[in-house]
């Protein structure tokens, strides 16, 4: 049984995730010729304080892009 883990920014639209879900899930089924039902897909939500990147935390970036 395939596990899958994502760490990403928050997602506040649930539609956005059953539809992310669904299509990782069937093209990881395809991938392996498995039963999706044997996938197991968790979303791991980080807040942008608590991710950085180049040394930098991302909320800052993006603070910094937006001005």
Do not use: H, W
């Amino acid at each position: 049984m395939p596990i899958i883990t994502i760490d990403g920014p928050k997602v506040c639209d649930i539609d956005r995730k059953r539809d992310f879900a669904d299509k990782v899930t069937k093209l990881v089924a395809e991938f392996y010729k498995i039963n999706p039902e044997a996938i197991v897909l968790i979303l791991k939500e980080n807040a942008l304080e608590n991710i950085a990147s180049g040394g930098r935390l991302v909320i800052d970036l993006a603070q910094a892009k937006n001005k």
